[in-house]
T-cell receptor
Framework: KNEVEQSPQNLTAQEGEFITINCSYS?????LHWLQQHPGGGIVSLFM???GKKKHGRLIATINIQEKHSSLHITASHPRDSAVYIC?????????FGTGTSLTVIP | DAGVIQSPRHEVTEMGQEVTLRCKPI?????LFWYRQTMMRGLELLIY????????DSGMPEDRFSAKMPNASFSTLKIQPSEPRDSAVYFC?????????????FGPGTRLTVL
């Protein structure tokens, strides 16, 4: 069974801080998916990556296949980044989801 | 584009009733996905379609659940009979390219409550 673990579970940061959310998985993957779920419930796909690093605006996602680990970084955090961030390991024809990291950015 | 459209947005029903959730993917997208989210189990992929054909339904919890995609612009997820443990938010998503490894666009979700 593929275990996907995220840390921390909850995170509070001051506006402007650099934020890191971690995701570890136990089985080899095809790709790692990062999702953002807004307080209203809407879900946005942020990144799908299978190697290296991807960047979009202030968001950066990295993955280390050997260590079975991925990180999501947010630079210059803003209150609008407050959301739940979920990673999902794509293995075969299934997604194995982490339980999410709840981020609150305080002005 | 209007994005992925789901209906209804909220559904309250009684145990034993049939429930049908509807999804209209983004025009031109080739893949459609149904997810369920609960507090206990988090997000789960139920089933996905490529070019209207079901590819993997291993996430469908029981025979009470069925999904169809009669054409490229419409899909349904049916629960019959519904049970209180089916209460969840059901999301539909679509992607331009086939398979699970591409960017997905999510609908707003349908919040289902089974009493």
């Amino acid at each position: 069974k593929n275990e996907v673990e995220q840390s921390p579970q909850n995170l509070t940061a001051q506006e402007g801080e650099f934020i890191t959310i971690n995701c570890s998985y136990s089985v080899g993957i095809s790709a790692l998916h990062w999702l953002q779920q807004h307080p209203g419930g809407g879900i946005v796909s942020l990144f799908m990556l299978s190697s290296g690093k991807k960047k979009h605006g202030r968001l950066i996602a990295t993955i280390n296949i050997q260590e079975k680990h991925s990180s999501l970084h947010i630079t210059a955090s803003h209150p609008r980044d407050s959301a739940v961030y979920i990673c999902a390991d794509l293995t075969g024809n299934q997604f194995y989801f982490g339980t999410g990291t709840s981020l609150t950015v305080i002005p | 584009d209007a994005g992925v459209i789901q209906s209804p947005r909220h559904e309250v029903t009684e145990m034993g009733q049939e429930v049908t959730l509807r999804c209209k993917p983004i025009s031109g997208h080739n893949s459609l996905f149904w997810y369920r989210q609960t507090m206990m189990r988090g997000l789960e992929l139920l089933i996905y379609f490529n070019n209207n054909v079901p590819i993997d339904d291993s996430g469908m919890p029981e025979d009470r659940f069925s999904a169809k995609m009669p054409n490229a612009s419409f899909s349904t997820l049916k629960i019959q009979p519904s049970e209180p443990r089916d209460s969840a938010v059901y999301f539909c998503a679509s992607s331009l390219f086939g398979g699970l490894g591409n960017e997905q666009f999510f609908g707003p979700g349908t919040r289902l409550t089974v009493l």
